[in-house]
């Protein structure tokens, strides 16, 4: 089985930065598209940002563009969200996912998941 491991949340305020990451093992990771969700208290899990294997192509939800943005390092078989100028709102628990195959919104298209992390911000 392919593992997922997060790292990278913690508490911040209004206007800080925080980059998550995600490390890959078990498998080759330069095949597989790479996606991040959140889930608020209270709310579903939402579509974050997602990038394709090789790194040539990214989508981000429109709620993050300009703040928040995915990116990988193949030779380290990881993936990261750099998060800048963070809001309340921005407050969740992040996942990162996987799948073999092209990057979509879907979350029910990715097979494998991290454990999650916490990122709270305050005002």
């Known amino acids: 089985q392919l593992q997922l491991v997060q790292s990278g949340g913690g508490f911040v305020q209004a206007g800080d930065s925080l980059r998550l990451s995600c490390a890959a093992s078990g498998r080759t990771f330069s095949t597989y598209a790479m996606a991040w969700f959140r889930q608020a208290p209270g709310k579903e899990r939402a579509f974050v940002a997602a990038i394709t294997g090789s790194g040539d192509f990214t989508i981000h939800a429109d709620s993050v563009k300009g703040r928040i943005t995915i990116s990988r390092d193949n030779a380290k078989n990881t993936v990261y969200l750099q998060m800048n100028s963070l809001k309340p709102e921005d407050t969740a628990v992040y996942y990162c996912?996987?799948?073999?195959?092209?990057?979509?919104?879907?979350?029910?298209?990715?097979?494998?998941w991290g454990q999650g992390t916490q990122v709270t911000v305050s005002s």
């Open positions: 996912a996987l799948r073999n195959g092209m990057v979509t919104r879907a979350d029910s298209a990715y097979t494998y």
